[in-house]
Nanobody, 122 residues
């Protein structure tokens, strides 16, 4: 059974930083693209960032490009999201997700964590 567990959320002032972590179990972590998504109150879930199976390719939403960095540690089965220069509009529940198709295939996010709350005060 695949399990993804996020941590690192919290309350931070605008301009501050947070690092989210997501630890995976029940899957061959090194084989799959991993992603971060977020959902603000009253809004649909949106893509934030993804990193491919071998860390060679990363992609970001325009809204976070230059401020957020996604990375992964295969030995720790963990994917990270370093968030700098946070803005109040970054306030959301952040979800970690894993693709269910391996390696270079177009990712299909079938596995999700429960989410972690990030609140940025102005």
């Amino acid at each position: 059974q695949v399990q993804l567990v996020e941590s690192g959320g919290g309350l931070v002032q605008a301009g501050g930083s947070l690092r989210l972590s997501c630890t995976a179990s029940g899957l061959s972590f090194s084989s799959y693209t991993m992603g971060w998504f977020r959902q603000a109150p009253g809004k649909e879930r949106e893509f934030v960032a993804q990193i491919n199976w071998n860390s060679r390719d990363t992609y970001y939403a325009d809204s976070v490009k230059g401020r957020f960095t996604i990375s992964r540690d295969t030995a720790k089965r963990t994917v990270y999201l370093q968030m700098n220069s946070l803005k109040p509009e970054d306030t959301a529940v952040y979800f970690c997700a894993s693709s269910s198709v391996p390696f270079g295939a177009r990712p299909k996010y079938d596995y999700w964590g429960p989410g972690t709350q990030v609140t940025v005060s102005s």
